[in-house]
């Protein structure tokens, strides 16, 4: 499969019939040849066979039903030395803004938001989640992302998920796949840029306010089930300079940072 949109936008754009983990193989890759894999480099599949998503979870789905989708970001600032790993944090939420305009731009009259960290949502129902994974030496990360392009209703994952067809998004598959990962590239790609010329400065980026307006946890009371297995319940408050997510716990009022977890918004009646 062609992705002429695409391929103008990535630095490196690597199309494979079948990958195991787009993730895994795209560190791999990146960490033994690097100098073939430059900043913006991507691998992307149709057909994932082994993706994973956070806390170990397994991500499988149909061949031709989703796209997976992995970007290598080599971020340097503007004297070239490394972003320092405390700001990190900012890379996946970038790519979750960018991947959320993207989804927007394909299916315009539907509510598309970010759930902190990093799931797409369209009217609370997730239509992509992404994965951050560093190299192992720490100075690049690649982020996956995963689409769903074509699910029948009676293929879909979780009872909470949705896929751009049902959506409404009437492309044939080809075209709607580049009209996707070129969307997230052509968002993606500014939105990192203007972070890493103003000194990996959120605010002064708009990184920070585009995130904010975007994200549907704030102001939620959520659940967060942290990476050691505790269970953190009280209100999203504020997402803080280093892209934590700043809890209010409810048992005690404990101001709490998240780095990661994975998140559920609670509705009470």
């Known amino acids: 499969m062609d992705f002429p949109r695409s391929g103008r936008l990535a630095a490196r754009l690597e199309i494979l019939d079948e990958c195991g983990s787009t993730n895994t193989e795209l560190v791999r890759r990146a960490s033994t040849d690097g100098d073939e894999w430059p900043d913006l480099s991507a691998l992307v599949t149709l057909n994932q066979t082994e993706g994973r998503g ?149 605010g002064a980026s708009g990184v920070a306010d585009a995130v904010g307006a975007l994200c549907s946890t704030l102001g939620q009371q959520v659940k967060v089930q942290l990476p050691g297995g505790d269970v953190l319940v009280g209100t999203a408050t504020e997402i803080d300079r280093t892209g934590r997510l700043v809890v209010t716990r409810s048992t005690d009022g404990r101001v709490v940072a998240v780095a990661a977890g994975d998140v559920t918004h609670l509705r009470y009646e």
């Open 54 to 202: 956070r806390l170990g979870r397994v991500w499988v789905a149909p061949p031709g039903r989703a796209i997976a989708i992995s970007v290598l970001l080599r971020p340097r600032l503007p004297a070239g030395e490394p972003l320092g790993l405390e700001n990190f944090g900012w890379l996946p939420l970038i790519a979750g803004v960018a991947m959320t305009r993207a989804v927007a731009a394909l299916v315009p009259d539907h509510s598309v938001t970010l759930k902190w960290p990093n799931d797409v949502q369209v009217d609370g129902r997730k239509v992509s989640g992404l994965l951050a994974e560093l190299l192992p030496s720490q100075d690049a990360v690649v982020i996956g992302a995963g689409l769903n392009l074509a699910f029948a209703e009676n293929e879909l994952p979780t009872p909470t998920s949705t896929s751009l067809s049902l959506l409404g998004a009437s492309a044939a598959l080809p075209e709607l796949a580049d009209a996707a990962l070129a969307g997230f590239l052509g968002e993606l790609t500014p939105l990192y840029a203007e972070f890493l010329r103003l000194g990996a400065d959120p």
